[in-house]
């Protein structure tokens, strides 16, 4: 379990009220120089509960992820994937939302208005690119936001499996890890 996952729980407040308040955190965790788990700026009144235990924390942090915060944190690394980038032929390609919409939008540009050749800031700078290039570079961003999204499934189904077959921060990375980015 992660430390913010278990003082959520532990406290019934959500993670951004505990460390992201708007009169700053609430708790800030960190190990003493004895080796124990200390709060600075814990509340008790304001938390509702006194501090947890070191020993409470060390058992926390010991117990595997909830298939919960498995799943978040595959969400998380299908966006952080997604938005990463790839490369068309050696072309540095944003693959965030913003610009799958704006190749998108070129391509059909392009296509109603029978344009053959556009200028388009790439990674590495400006391009001119033909009708040709702007669908393959649709087509490659297509092909890597399922890849994303796909691997987001096999966890999902991973973790819906009885037992489940996904059970670490590490194994989601590696499934990520060998989503494509070069086209």
């Not at 120089?33 to 700026?41: D, E, I, L, Q, R």
């Not at 921060?169 to 494509?180: G, M, N, P, R, T």
Request: hydrophobic share 45%.
């Amino acid at each position: 379990m992660q430390l913010a996952t278990f003082l959520s729980q532990y406290t019934g407040l959500s993670v951004d009220a505990l460390f992201n308040a708007p009169s700053g955190r609430l708790v800030d965790p960190h190990v003493d120089v004895t080796g124990a788990w200390t709060f600075p700026g814990w509340d008790a009144k304001v938390l509702g509960k006194e501090a947890p235990t070191s020993e409470q924390v060390i058992a926390a942090l010991a117990a595997p992820p909830a298939a919960s915060e498995l799943s978040a944190y595959a969400k998380a690394k299908r966006d952080a994937t997604e938005a990463a980038g790839i490369t068309v032929n050696g072309v540095a390609i944003a693959s965030d939302t913003d610009s799958q919409n704006r190749v998108n939008n070129a391509y059909n540009g392009m296509v109603v208005s029978g344009a053959t050749s556009i200028p388009f800031k790439s990674g590495s700078g400006f391009v001119t690119l033909s009708l040709d290039q702007v669908k393959a570079i649709g087509t490659a961003l297509f092909a890597h936001t399922q890849a994303c999204f796909s691997a987001e499934d096999q966890v999902d189904a991973a973790l819906a499996a009885s037992p489940p077959t996904i059970t670490t921060f590490a194994e989601i990375d590696a499934l990520f890890a060998a989503v494509k980015s070069a086209y």
